[in-house]
């Protein structure tokens, strides 16, 4: 009986020194998921939280190619994505569907989690915001919005573009594998503003490419504050109604409304291939210049600390068929293919993806061989 009772009483201490510290969030987020079912994060959670609509306006079907879904995946990529538990994957060529297929529940109407693509998209969002003149250009310091940078000795040159390419020299490290990581937090936190705002910036800005997530929370801080609209409002009006997205979306929010830039934007794998095509055709959209084009090109170009990104986009320039892609925990990708005409939207739930040197997801090179129509140097 005293076992029990001591085990007992040291189970109580330790829940009380959690939630009376940094870690309470680990409370929120046991209970969101047992109640609302998966206990790691899904590519399934737009009800797990508070959300903002994207809205859509005048809605327009992607036409289907002469031969859709005539196409017999490779075994090798059949294997693949059985492993990495595919939910979609829909490949559009010359502006047309060839290939869509669903597995695991998911259907056409399915809402499912970018998690990291909707960074490539928050760099969208600042091209879109530069040409409406909220921003002056992707230099502009972040100080100018929070005043508090001034007062850090390295703090007072971090800019936009520093947030972007990664190069934000900030005191975060990037952990996805267990739950007392900055990111874990960062997922289920009440109050993102808090949290962002808190981290401090440790070494220059520019000098060193590390991929830190909440660089991106920074830019979705930077653009509420310009441009006066929260970020859901923002991407609806320059991207999800001029593109005719079939579907809206919902953008999850901490408690205090403000959206979780670094990620989760809830759409449809088939308007996820629609900002893979806009990007395909250099920011413009039926004859209107959506983007930018002189900005759609530095975004697309990588940088000398890392070649393989660019502003929150991948780049793989190693092979004989160059291509650009948005990446997202758990295997989410859209894939672009400038000399192909082909873009390719996958997604998943898997996170053991093999990496190459370079921290590229090997399965985006697979994918890009499955459906290239000239031959590409293998991954082996």
């Not at 079907?61 to 075994?75: D, G, R």
């Not at 003149?133 to 005043?147: K, M, Q, R, T």
């Not at 990620?263 to 900002?275: G, L, M, N, Q, V």
């Amino acid at each position: 009986m005293k076992k029990v009772l001591a085990i007992f009483l040291a189970g109580t201490a330790a829940t009380a020194v959690i939630y009376l510290s940094r870690y309470s969030y680990l409370f929120k987020a046991i209970g969101i998921n047992l109640k609302e079912g998966s206990l790691t994060p899904s590519t399934d959670d737009a009800e797990k939280f508070p959300y903002h609509v994207v809205q859509k306006s005048l809605p327009e079907k992607w036409k289907t190619a002469s031969n859709y879904n005539q196409k017999i995946l490779s075994e090798r990529l059949t294997k693949d994505l059985k492993k990495t538990r595919a939910s979609s994957l829909l490949v559009i060529q010359d502006g047309k569907i060839v290939l869509e297929q669903y597995w695991k529940d998911h259907n056409a109407s399915s809402l499912i989690n970018s998690f990291s693509m909707a960074k490539g998209i928050l760099s969208i969002l600042v091209g879109c915001a530069i040409a409406d003149g909220y921003l002056d250009s992707e230099d502009a310091l972040i100080s100018s919005f929070f005043p508090q940078y001034n007062e850090s000795h390295y703090g007072k040159h971090l800019t936009l573009k520093h947030l972007m390419t990664m190069q934000a020299g900030l005191d975060w490290e990037e952990e996805y594998h267990h739950p007392f990581a900055p990111n874990s937090e960062q997922y289920f936190v009440d109050d993102l503003a808090a949290q962002a705002l808190g981290v401090e910036v440790k070494e220059m800005p520019g000098e060193k490419y590390e991929y830190q997530s909440v660089a991106a929370q920074l830019i979705g801080l930077v653009l509420i504050k310009a441009t006066g609209k929260n970020l859901a409002d923002y991407l609806s009006e320059k991207i999800w109604k001029p593109l005719k997205m079939e579907s809206s979306a919902k953008w999850s929010t901490d408690e205090k409304s403000m959206e979780k830039a670094f990620c989760c934007i809830h759409a449809t794998t088939r308007d996820f291939a629609r900002i893979g095509q806009l990007i395909l055709q250099n920011g413009n959209w039926e004859g209107k210049q959506l983007i930018d084009q002189e900005f759609c090109k530095r975004m697309l170009t990588p940088t000398k600390q890392n070649t393989a990104f660019c502003y929150t986009i991948w780049a793989d320039d190693d092979d004989d068929v160059n291509y650009r892609f948005f990446y997202g925990f758990l295997g989410q990708f859209i894939i672009i293919i400038p000399e192909e005409n082909l873009v390719i939207v996958k997604t998943g739930m898997y996170n053991r993806l093999k990496v190459d040197e370079k921290k590229r997801p090997t399965q985006a090179k697979l994918l890009v061989q499955e459906f290239v129509r000239k031959k590409q140097s293998s991954l082996d």
